[in-house]
């Protein structure tokens, strides 16, 4: 009896020991951390969610979409809510890969972050917002996944828009892409975080980039009561998203289709081209027309994240690089086209507009011979006479004349460089400022860029000098690339005559992009006004109402007086009837439309001529410019110049199609659109 007396006490602490545990337990979480629990409950039924803003569209001068938007339906994982599961999400997964029928192996690889090592798919956005593993997705699929949350939890199915490009490949550069936004960019991109939905993309390239705070808008925001499976109890409050302005463009898109077939065929008919550039610019306004890029790709490679093959190609040298625009940051030498530059650095330097000039077969620099093209000699020229016909050895004599006056290899206190200031006038060796990302500046070879040059590179030129590159397989291009070396440990520094006699038609150093050297005919053939052209004409309202009209800045004037400009117009106008371009124009209606232009033809070490057509129209009071480059299309004359007149063609509608029907004129008047387009609300004309 006293052993169960015993018992039972014990039994009796043991009950209220627990109950004042109980209690004071209780106690410090109702009165001591109250307050804090409370939070935290209503923390856990309260979400707050952004509403993702419609982004705006992108249009040609006539209102029609170059970019707009398509809804689809997209499924989407929380990965940090799968992770934060026992099995790290597995089940769920198993299950969305049955629904879907989309591999399991495949969603893993989608919801992976990305980073060192890790191949596309991946997600390379932020860790802490919905990934979208499913486009377009079947509607039955979609209304399971939402009738089944317990099922699916993390997992969302919703309607979102997605880009569509009704043009398919057309400027393809130009418009850019989408990508999600990344953790890093959210930190430090100043009011990216506050108007970043969790499922909006950002813009990574072309207009996409350059406007994408315009075109992303405003997100909207809903607080909202949740239960514990994640489903919305009650709203309690809510702001609808803003939608993202309208950007309309300049570009035509009608002859913006003409310049990317004129280039297709331009490719077709020199296999061995590994690239090609077209721009048409509008000579009053230094907006772009059109701009395209060979070789291409089909943006809609981006929509639902991008595969790794896909991705490699879009960066591989064996492809191209057709993710890089060559008109805005290919580098080539101009070759002749560049003369319009030289010419007007004679004339400022002393040189007479009307004056007699020898055209020799060839020109003899300190001993070295410099043929003229095809080995012409055209005896007592005018200046009018060595543009049409590209006499070499004109341009020569001046560029190594202006040379010697400076010092030659021992140059004065104060150099004038007249051809390379001049070729700065016009806006070569700097960027032009275009509204796109990824411009390459060019070069102008100049005494002070020859010293900076060897100044930097002098160690491992002189390194180069003693042991070659074995690397090489070419023996031939090895012991050249030797020579090289030891010529400028020797000598780096200086700049010799025949770099200033390469300079003077656009050989050598001197490298420019297509859209430099359409600025430039831009220039010369206007009001002699320098311009940073502009792809973006206008920013609208989702109500079609004018947010912003995008001007075009004038960054300098020419130092050519308008005689001379007028001199050198009438030259290249007679280059496609008695000129240069001849050939390629026989049989055009130079009396309906007359062209003027420029052909170019530049040497490459080790690859076929560069090809250049410089084009205007109407000669005699210039609207358009056309430059058409074709890396490794051979002469001038041959390749640009026929992808040219093929776009000229389909500018005015002149001659017959392929299907043997008058061609449909791109711009009837060959006047670009002057007036803003009216825009509806749903973004069309």
Not at 318 to 345: D, H, M, N, Q
């Amino acid at each position: 009896m006293t052993r169960l007396r015993g018992r039972l006490l014990v039994l009796q602490v043991l009950v209220i020991a627990m109950i004042v545990v109980l209690v004071v337990r209780l106690w410090q979480v109702q009165v001591v951390q109250g307050s804090r629990f409370v939070t935290v409950a209503t923390e856990t039924r309260t979400r707050e969610v952004r509403v993702p803003a419609l982004r705006g569209a992108i249009l040609d001068s006539s209102g029609r979409p170059l970019v707009r938007n398509r809804t689809t339906l997209v499924v989407s994982v929380d990965r940090g809510r799968l992770e934060r599961m026992p099995d790290g999400g597995d089940a769920v997964l198993r299950r969305l890969s049955a629904v879907l029928k989309v591999p399991l192996s495949k969603l893993k690889q989608e919801i992976r972050a990305c980073g060192p090592g890790v191949s596309r798919p991946c997600w390379p956005g932020s860790p802490y917002t919905p990934i979208p593993v499913a486009t377009n997705v079947n509607p039955r699929a979609a209304l399971q996944i939402l009738e089944r949350q317990e099922d699916f939890p993390g997992v969302t199915a919703d309607i979102q828009a997605i880009r569509d490009y009704p043009s398919g490949k057309d400027a393809a550069q130009l418009l850019g892409y989408l990508q999600p936004v990344t953790q890093s960019e959210l930190e430090k991109r100043e009011g990216l975080k506050a108007n970043y939905s969790g499922v909006d993309l950002t813009g990574r390239d072309g207009l996409e980039r350059t406007y994408d705070s315009a075109l992303r808008g405003t997100p909207g925001l809903r607080n909202v009561q949740v239960d514990r499976m994640g489903k919305v109890i009650t709203v309690n409050q809510q702001s609808d998203p803003v939608p993202g302005d309208i950007l309309v463009t300049s570009i035509d898109a009608n002859v913006q289709r003409v310049v990317e077939k004129s280039l297709d065929q331009a490719m077709q008919e020199v296999p061995n081209s590994d690239g090609a550039a077209g721009v048409v610019l509008d000579v009053k306004t230094g907006r772009v027309i059109a701009m395209a890029s060979r070789p291409t790709y089909d943006p809609r490679v981006w929509t639902g994240g991008i595969a790794e093959k896909d991705y490699r190609r879009l960066l591989s040298d064996k492809s191209g690089k057709p993710l890089v625009s060559r008109a805005i940051a290919g580098e080539y030498a101009p070759g002749s086209t560049f003369k319009i530059s030289s010419a007007s650095a004679m004339v400022a330097d002393g040189e007479p507009l009307h004056g007699t000039y020898q055209c020799p077969s060839s020109y003899n620099v300190e001993g070295r011979s410099y043929p003229n093209a095809g080995g012409m000699s055209l005896g007592a020229i005018s200046l009018h006479e060595a543009l049409v016909k590209s006499c070499d050895t004109v341009f020569y004599k001046a560029g190594y004349e202006e040379w010697l006056r400076d010092g030659g290899k021992t140059p004065k206190a104060k150099v004038k460089e007249p051809m390379p200031n001049m070729a700065k006038a016009y806006g070569f060796g700097k960027r032009t400022g275009v509204d796109l990302p990824g411009e390459s500046a060019g070069r102008i070879p100049t005494r002070a860029w020859k010293l900076d040059l060897y100044n930097s590179t002098k160690s491992e030129m002189c390194k180069r000098a003693k042991i070659g590159y074995p690397e090489m397989k070419d023996q031939s291009r090895a012991a050249f690339a030797k020579r090289l070396a030891n010529e400028n440990c020797l000598e780096g520094m200086i700049f010799h005559a025949y770099e200033a006699v390469n300079l003077s038609i656009g050989q050598g150093d001197v490298l420019v992009t297509p859209l430099q050297l359409a600025r430039a005919y831009a220039a010369l053939l206007g009001d002699g006004n320098v311009r940073s052209p502009r792809v973006g004409w206008a920013l609208m309202r989702p109500d079609g109402t004018l947010k912003q009209e995008i001007p075009v800045p004038i960054v300098g004037h020419l130092p050519v007086n308008d005689e001379t400009r007028t001199y050198i117009r009438k030259a290249l106008s007679e280059v496609p009837s008695d000129g240069t371009a001849a050939g390629a124009f026989r049989g055009f209606p130079l009396n309906i439309v007359k062209i003027g232009g420029k052909t170019g033809t530049a040497e490459v070490y080790g690859k076929e001529d560069t090809s250049w057509f410089a084009s205007f129209a109407p000669a005699d009071n210039p609207r358009l410019v056309t430059v058409v480059m074709v890396a490794q299309g051979g002469f001038g004359a041959s390749t640009a110049a026929p992808a040219v007149r093929r776009i000229w063609e389909g500018i005015f509608g002149l001659g017959k199609g392929d299907n043997g029907k008058p061609i449909k004129p791109a711009l009837p008047d060959g006047k670009p659109v002057t007036r803003l387009p009216a825009i509806s609300r749903d973004n069309t004309q």
